[in-house]
């Protein structure tokens, strides 16, 4: 399981990255429709940096399949689709942030496991 670890760990440095390019992109590139997507944005911007940190602790617990699968695909559900709205304005793709939320609350207690 230290290899499966290993494999969150580094997903969780790429999701980071990634949360930094686009935090760059929200501040100097994105053109927003207005306050509130821009503000949306950042907010979902700082939920995937959060998370990606708690990427980083999934070889630290004893399940790491669980907290690191639940973590993973809560950042993809919850931040992927308010993403999405920000930048395109369509709302279709947020009724699987509920989903993706959850999904993160549950990884969170994966990793207590």
């Not at 590139?29 to 821009?38: I, L, R, V």
């Not at 700082?46 to 669980?66: D, G, M, Q, R, Y």
Request: with cysteine; glycine share 12%; aromatic share 12%.
């Amino acid at each position: 399981m230290a290899g499966l670890g290993a494999a969150f760990r580094r997903l969780g440095a790429v999701s980071g990255a990634s949360a930094l390019g686009l935090a760059t992109y929200g501040a100097h590139g994105a053109n927003f429709q207005d306050p509130y997507h821009k503000e949306l944005f950042e907010k979902t911007n700082k939920h995937h940096f959060i998370h990606s940190l708690a990427l980083l602790c999934v070889p630290l617990c004893s399940k790491p399949i669980w907290a690191g699968t639940l973590l993973t695909s809560g950042i993809s559900f919850f931040c992927g689709s308010f993403y999405y709205q920000t930048l395109t304005g369509d709302t279709m793709a947020t009724s699987v942030a509920p989903v993706g939320g959850s999904l993160l609350i549950l990884g969170w207690l994966a990793l207590a496991l």
